[in-house]
T-cell receptor
Framework: KAGVTQTPRYLIKTRGQQVTLSCSPISGHRSVSWYQQTPGQGLQFLFEYFSETQRNKGNFPGRFSGRQFSNSRSEMNVSTLELGDSALYLC????????????????FGPGTRLTVL | GENVEQHPSTLSVQEGDSAVIKCTYSDSASNYFPWYKQELGKRPQLIIDIRSNVGEKKDQRIAVTLNKTAKHFSLHITETQPEDSAVYFCAASMISGRRALTFGSGTRLQVQP
Protein backbone atom coordinates (compact mmCIF):
# COMPACT_ATOMS: atom_id res chain seq x y z
CA LYS A 1 0.00 0.00 0.00
CA ALA A 2 1.44 3.37 -0.98
CA GLY A 3 2.16 5.86 1.77
CA VAL A 4 1.07 9.44 2.11
CA THR A 5 2.30 11.55 -0.77
CA GLN A 6 2.67 15.31 -0.97
CA THR A 7 3.29 17.53 -3.94
CA PRO A 8 5.28 19.50 -4.66
CA ARG A 9 8.18 18.53 -2.43
CA TYR A 10 9.89 21.89 -2.71
CA LEU A 11 8.52 25.31 -3.52
CA ILE A 12 9.98 28.79 -3.68
CA LYS A 13 7.65 31.77 -3.68
CA THR A 14 7.92 35.48 -3.06
CA ARG A 15 6.08 37.58 -0.52
CA GLY A 16 2.52 38.37 -1.47
CA GLN A 17 2.06 35.34 -3.68
CA GLN A 18 -0.24 32.46 -2.91
CA VAL A 19 0.50 28.75 -2.88
CA THR A 20 -1.46 25.49 -3.00
CA LEU A 21 -0.08 22.28 -1.54
CA SER A 22 -1.51 18.85 -2.17
CA CYS A 23 -1.73 15.72 -0.05
CA SER A 24 -2.85 12.25 -1.11
CA PRO A 25 -3.61 10.03 1.89
CA ILE A 26 -3.08 6.33 2.20
CA SER A 27 -5.75 4.48 0.25
CA GLY A 28 -8.81 4.03 2.44
CA HIS A 29 -7.86 6.75 4.91
CA ARG A 30 -10.53 9.40 5.31
CA SER A 31 -8.86 11.80 7.73
CA VAL A 32 -6.15 14.26 6.71
CA SER A 33 -4.39 16.65 9.07
CA TRP A 34 -1.98 19.42 8.17
CA TYR A 35 0.94 20.67 10.25
CA GLN A 36 3.51 23.42 9.92
CA GLN A 37 6.99 22.52 11.08
CA THR A 38 9.58 25.20 11.79
CA PRO A 39 12.83 24.94 13.77
CA GLY A 40 11.63 27.32 16.43
CA GLN A 41 7.99 26.29 16.78
CA GLY A 42 8.07 22.54 16.27
CA LEU A 43 4.93 20.94 14.85
CA GLN A 44 1.98 23.30 14.78
CA PHE A 45 -1.46 21.96 13.92
CA LEU A 46 -3.19 23.74 11.04
CA PHE A 47 -6.42 21.85 10.40
CA GLU A 48 -7.95 18.42 10.06
CA TYR A 49 -10.44 17.15 7.52
CA PHE A 50 -12.63 14.09 7.66
CA SER A 51 -15.07 13.13 4.94
CA GLU A 52 -14.70 16.54 3.28
CA THR A 53 -15.51 18.43 6.50
CA GLN A 54 -13.10 20.48 8.55
CA ARG A 55 -13.28 19.02 12.07
CA ASN A 56 -10.58 20.95 13.86
CA LYS A 57 -8.63 24.11 13.19
CA GLY A 58 -5.45 25.42 14.77
CA ASN A 59 -4.50 28.98 15.62
CA PHE A 60 -3.43 30.21 12.23
CA PRO A 61 -4.67 33.32 10.39
CA GLY A 62 -7.35 33.14 7.75
CA ARG A 63 -4.68 33.25 5.04
CA PHE A 64 -4.34 29.53 5.67
CA SER A 65 -7.19 27.47 4.31
CA GLY A 66 -7.79 23.95 3.16
CA ARG A 67 -10.24 21.55 1.70
CA GLN A 68 -10.77 17.87 1.17
CA PHE A 69 -12.19 16.18 -1.89
CA SER A 70 -14.50 13.20 -2.14
CA ASN A 71 -11.51 10.91 -2.79
CA SER A 72 -9.99 12.12 0.52
CA ARG A 73 -7.20 14.03 -1.21
CA SER A 74 -6.61 17.34 0.48
CA GLU A 75 -5.19 20.71 -0.47
CA MET A 76 -4.09 23.60 1.64
CA ASN A 77 -3.75 27.13 0.40
CA VAL A 78 -1.78 30.02 1.78
CA SER A 79 -2.55 33.46 0.41
CA THR A 80 -0.51 36.64 0.65
CA LEU A 81 2.63 34.79 1.65
CA GLU A 82 4.87 36.22 4.36
CA LEU A 83 8.52 35.46 5.09
CA GLY A 84 7.44 33.72 8.30
CA ASP A 85 5.44 31.18 6.30
CA SER A 86 8.68 29.50 5.25
CA ALA A 87 8.41 26.03 6.75
CA LEU A 88 7.99 22.35 6.13
CA TYR A 89 4.30 21.58 5.68
CA LEU A 90 3.39 18.05 6.66
CA CYS A 91 0.17 16.25 6.12
CA UNK A 92 -0.83 13.09 7.92
CA UNK A 93 -3.59 10.64 7.19
CA UNK A 94 -5.48 8.18 9.34
CA UNK A 95 -8.33 5.80 8.82
CA UNK A 96 -10.56 7.79 11.12
CA UNK A 97 -9.96 11.04 13.00
CA UNK A 98 -6.67 10.61 14.88
CA UNK A 99 -7.27 9.19 18.32
CA UNK A 100 -5.88 6.62 20.70
CA UNK A 101 -6.49 3.50 18.74
CA UNK A 102 -4.28 1.32 16.60
CA UNK A 103 -6.65 1.77 13.67
CA UNK A 104 -6.45 5.53 13.92
CA UNK A 105 -2.69 6.02 13.90
CA UNK A 106 -1.54 9.01 11.88
CA UNK A 107 0.93 8.42 9.06
CA PHE A 108 2.90 11.41 7.90
CA GLY A 109 3.84 12.36 4.38
CA PRO A 110 7.33 13.54 3.40
CA GLY A 111 6.31 17.19 3.54
CA THR A 112 6.49 20.18 1.23
CA ARG A 113 9.30 22.58 2.00
CA LEU A 114 8.11 26.09 1.26
CA THR A 115 10.57 28.96 1.05
CA VAL A 116 9.24 32.49 0.87
CA LEU A 117 11.69 35.11 -0.40
CA GLY B 1 -6.74 24.81 24.48
CA GLU B 2 -4.11 22.23 25.25
CA ASN B 3 -0.51 23.23 25.81
CA VAL B 4 2.34 20.71 25.82
CA GLU B 5 5.79 21.56 27.10
CA GLN B 6 8.75 19.31 26.37
CA HIS B 7 12.20 19.16 27.98
CA PRO B 8 15.05 19.12 27.31
CA SER B 9 15.32 20.65 23.86
CA THR B 10 18.61 18.85 23.24
CA LEU B 11 20.05 15.76 24.87
CA SER B 12 23.42 14.13 24.30
CA VAL B 13 24.20 10.70 25.74
CA GLN B 14 26.86 8.08 25.32
CA GLU B 15 25.96 4.89 23.51
CA GLY B 16 24.57 2.39 25.98
CA ASP B 17 23.32 5.03 28.41
CA SER B 18 19.66 5.80 29.05
CA ALA B 19 17.80 8.87 27.81
CA VAL B 20 14.73 10.46 29.37
CA ILE B 21 12.51 13.08 27.75
CA LYS B 22 9.76 14.75 29.75
CA CYS B 23 6.51 16.44 28.75
CA THR B 24 3.79 18.21 30.67
CA TYR B 25 0.29 18.97 29.46
CA SER B 26 -2.30 21.45 30.63
CA ASP B 27 -5.71 20.01 29.76
CA SER B 28 -6.85 17.32 32.20
CA ALA B 29 -9.26 16.06 29.52
CA SER B 30 -6.33 14.79 27.43
CA ASN B 31 -6.13 11.02 27.63
CA TYR B 32 -3.98 9.92 24.71
CA PHE B 33 -0.24 10.57 24.55
CA PRO B 34 1.78 9.44 21.51
CA TRP B 35 5.49 9.86 20.90
CA TYR B 36 6.94 10.43 17.45
CA LYS B 37 10.50 10.03 16.20
CA GLN B 38 11.75 12.14 13.31
CA GLU B 39 15.11 11.26 11.82
CA LEU B 40 16.99 13.91 9.90
CA GLY B 41 15.24 14.67 6.62
CA LYS B 42 12.52 12.13 7.23
CA ARG B 43 8.88 12.22 8.28
CA PRO B 44 7.73 11.79 11.90
CA GLN B 45 6.83 8.21 12.84
CA LEU B 46 4.85 6.95 15.81
CA ILE B 47 7.07 4.90 18.13
CA ILE B 48 4.90 4.37 21.19
CA ASP B 49 1.74 5.75 22.77
CA ILE B 50 -0.10 5.51 26.06
CA ARG B 51 -3.64 6.05 27.24
CA SER B 52 -4.53 7.66 30.54
CA ASN B 53 -5.89 4.44 32.02
CA VAL B 54 -2.35 3.01 31.93
CA GLY B 55 0.60 4.20 34.00
CA GLU B 56 3.41 2.64 32.00
CA LYS B 57 3.94 0.94 28.68
CA LYS B 58 7.04 -0.77 27.33
CA ASP B 59 8.19 -1.83 23.91
CA GLN B 60 11.66 -3.38 23.92
CA ARG B 61 14.09 -0.54 24.78
CA ILE B 62 11.42 2.14 24.85
CA ALA B 63 9.03 2.87 27.69
CA VAL B 64 6.58 5.65 28.43
CA THR B 65 5.26 6.59 31.86
CA LEU B 66 2.27 8.75 32.67
CA ASN B 67 1.39 10.63 35.83
CA LYS B 68 -2.18 11.90 35.42
CA THR B 69 -2.22 13.74 38.73
CA ALA B 70 0.86 15.77 37.87
CA LYS B 71 -0.09 15.90 34.19
CA HIS B 72 3.25 14.79 32.91
CA PHE B 73 4.54 11.89 30.86
CA SER B 74 8.01 10.73 29.94
CA LEU B 75 9.82 8.72 27.30
CA HIS B 76 12.59 6.42 28.46
CA ILE B 77 15.08 4.88 26.06
CA THR B 78 17.48 2.33 27.52
CA GLU B 79 20.74 1.03 26.05
CA THR B 80 20.78 3.85 23.51
CA GLN B 81 22.28 3.21 20.08
CA PRO B 82 23.49 5.67 17.42
CA GLU B 83 20.38 4.94 15.37
CA ASP B 84 18.29 6.38 18.20
CA SER B 85 19.66 9.81 17.25
CA ALA B 86 16.68 11.85 16.06
CA VAL B 87 14.19 14.49 17.15
CA TYR B 88 11.50 13.13 19.45
CA PHE B 89 8.10 14.78 19.80
CA CYS B 90 5.52 14.14 22.48
CA ALA B 91 1.87 14.95 21.87
CA ALA B 92 -1.43 15.01 23.71
CA SER B 93 -4.93 14.44 22.45
CA MET B 94 -8.20 12.73 23.23
CA ILE B 95 -9.09 9.12 22.47
CA SER B 96 -12.43 10.31 21.14
CA GLY B 97 -10.61 12.13 18.37
CA ARG B 98 -12.55 15.28 19.07
CA ARG B 99 -9.40 17.32 19.40
CA ALA B 100 -6.31 17.40 17.23
CA LEU B 101 -2.89 16.34 18.43
CA THR B 102 -0.99 19.07 20.27
CA PHE B 103 2.75 18.52 19.94
CA GLY B 104 5.61 19.46 22.21
CA SER B 105 8.48 21.47 20.77
CA GLY B 106 10.73 18.44 20.28
CA THR B 107 13.93 17.04 21.78
CA ARG B 108 17.00 16.50 19.65
CA LEU B 109 18.69 13.35 20.95
CA GLN B 110 22.28 12.72 19.97
CA VAL B 111 23.78 9.35 20.86
CA GLN B 112 27.57 9.50 20.83
CA PRO B 113 29.25 6.24 19.75
Amino acid sequence: KAGVTQTPRYLIKTRGQQVTLSCSPISGHRSVSWYQQTPGQGLQFLFEYFSETQRNKGNFPGRFSGRQFSNSRSEMNVSTLELGDSALYLCASSLNPPSGGALNEQFFGPGTRLTVL
Amino acid sequence: GENVEQHPSTLSVQEGDSAVIKCTYSDSASNYFPWYKQELGKRPQLIIDIRSNVGEKKDQRIAVTLNKTAKHFSLHITETQPEDSAVYFCAASMISGRRALTFGSGTRLQVQP
